[in-house]
């Protein structure tokens, strides 16, 4: 038998290449379905392998109003190959419609370039569903509806400040505290205790009037501590009377699997607690929940105000070491 050319060596070796780079992708794809499948929840978001023998991922998603998002992720995406996409309206007989189907359908090539290699689906979805709700709002005549139907008072905004807050926070810690020791063998309030002695709260953002301050609770050990963490939080007055509270969590199971409990809460601040659960798992933050209020200010911020709530959310994470990746 001849020995391997140098040739057959380089083609093998590229051969192993590929295939290691598949396996990555695939991991990457496995893993990106399911953190759609998070944000947007099972009954708007499907995915699943073409029966086509192609080895694409297909993602689908219904945005808007009657809108429909399809994604194929072929075997090479996301490090080699970019996704192709079609967007497809109820209503496809106005040019809106088609104009939306059109430059979405191109986009998402666009986005894959831009990301170099690494998964963009969640962006592209994000940006194609800002498109459609700005078309839906223009065939309707509307306005930015941010903040529609909010009636809220915004007479002493000006007058809030970290300190304002985190003294209101610090006093009812210490009445928790001297409440604890009284009743040490009172399990509920030493739970209570324990979570907040975890749960610290951070700078105040300031963005056109509207006020954002994040809350961070580590080492969370189960999902029954978010109530825990909500109803400390709610003690303040301040957070309370926020015009929205919004969370996201992201905690291990007790077996260590792989898989791990994550939800959100927009509070009526929609796609935010969505978007606040991708920076979470974009960070590997395990173990822990996120609560950025909002105190809003008369100004509409329009999309801005999720970039906002997530970079008040990240520089808190951040201060504590919460950023793994």
Request: include cysteine.
């Given at each position: 038998?001849?020995?391997p050319t140098?040739?057959h060596?380089?083609?093998?070796a590229h051969?192993s290449?590929?295939?290691?780079?598949?396996?990555?992708?695939?991991?990457?794809?496995?893993?990106?379905?399911?953190?759609?499948?998070?944000?947007y929840?099972?009954e708007?978001?499907?995915t699943?392998?073409a029966n086509?023998?192609?080895g694409c991922?297909?993602?689908e998603l219904?945005i808007?109003?009657?809108?429909k998002?399809?994604v194929?992720a072929?075997?090479?995406?996301?490090s080699?190959?970019?996704?192709r996409a079609d967007v497809v309206?109820?209503d496809r007989?106005t040019?809106e419609a088609r104009?939306?189907?059109s430059?979405?359908?191109?986009?998402i090539?666009e986005?894959?370039?831009?990301?170099?290699?690494?998964?963009?689906i969640f962006?592209?979805?994000?940006?194609?569903r800002?498109?459609v709700?700005e078309?839906?709002?223009?065939?309707r005549?509307?306005?930015?509806s941010e903040?529609?139907g909010?009636d809220?008072?915004?007479?002493?905004i000006?007058?809030l400040?970290?300190?304002?807050?985190?003294?209101?926070?610090?006093?009812i810690?210490n009445?928790?505290v001297?409440?604890?020791?009284?009743?040490?063998?009172d399990?509920?309030?030493a739970?209570r205790a324990?979570v907040?002695?975890?749960?610290?709260?951070h700078?105040?953002?300031?963005?056109?009037?509207?006020?954002?301050?994040?809350?961070?609770c580590?080492?969370?050990?189960?999902v029954?501590e978010?109530?825990?963490i909500?109803?400390?939080l709610y003690?303040?007055r301040?957070?309370?009377?926020?015009t929205h509270?919004i969370?996201?969590y992201?905690?291990?199971?007790?077996d260590?699997?792989?898989?791990i409990h994550?939800?959100?809460?927009d509070?009526?601040?929609?796609?935010?607690?969505g978007?606040?659960?991708?920076?979470?798992?974009?960070?590997?933050?395990?173990?822990?929940?996120?609560?950025?209020?909002?105190w809003?200010?008369?100004v509409?911020?329009?999309?801005?105000?999720?970039?906002?709530?997530?970079?008040?959310?990240k520089?808190?994470?951040e201060a504590?070491?919460?950023?793994?990746q």
């Amino acid at each position: 038998m001849s020995e391997p050319t140098t040739t057959h060596i380089h083609r093998r070796a590229h051969r192993s290449m590929i295939d290691d780079d598949d396996d990555d992708d695939a991991r990457s794809r496995e893993d990106e379905c399911e953190a759609l499948v998070a944000i947007y929840g099972e009954e708007r978001c499907v995915t699943y392998d073409a029966n086509d023998g192609t080895g694409c991922k297909v993602v689908e998603l219904a945005i808007g109003d009657g809108w429909k998002l399809e994604v194929r992720a072929p075997r090479g995406y996301p490090s080699r190959e970019a996704p192709r996409a079609d967007v497809v309206a109820r209503d496809r007989t106005t040019s809106e419609a088609r104009a939306v189907e059109s430059r979405a359908g191109r986009r998402i090539r666009e986005v894959w370039a831009a990301k170099e290699g690494e998964a963009c689906i969640f962006d592209w979805a994000e940006e194609t569903r800002e498109l459609v709700e700005e078309t839906e709002r223009a065939l309707r005549g509307d306005d930015d509806s941010e903040e529609e139907g909010v009636d809220v008072d915004t007479s002493d905004i000006g007058a809030l400040d970290l300190a304002d807050v985190e003294a209101e926070l610090q006093a009812i810690a210490n009445a928790a505290v001297a409440r604890s020791a009284a009743s040490a063998c009172d399990t509920t309030d030493a739970r209570r205790a324990d979570v907040r002695a975890r749960l610290s709260s951070h700078e105040l953002v300031v963005e056109k009037k509207s006020i954002f301050q994040a809350h961070v609770c580590r080492d969370v050990k189960s999902v029954e501590e978010i109530d825990v963490i909500m109803d400390i939080l709610y003690e303040s007055r301040k957070v309370r009377d926020a015009t929205h509270n919004i969370l996201a969590y992201r905690i291990e199971r007790a077996d260590k699997s792989e898989s791990i409990h994550q939800d959100h809460d927009d509070d009526g601040e929609t796609a935010a607690g969505g978007r606040l659960l991708r920076l979470l798992q974009l960070a590997d933050a395990r173990n822990v929940a996120v609560v950025v209020s909002r105190w809003y200010g008369g100004v509409k911020l329009g999309p801005s105000r999720f970039h906002v709530i997530n970079e008040t959310a990240k520089k808190a994470l951040e201060a504590l070491g919460e950023i793994h990746q």
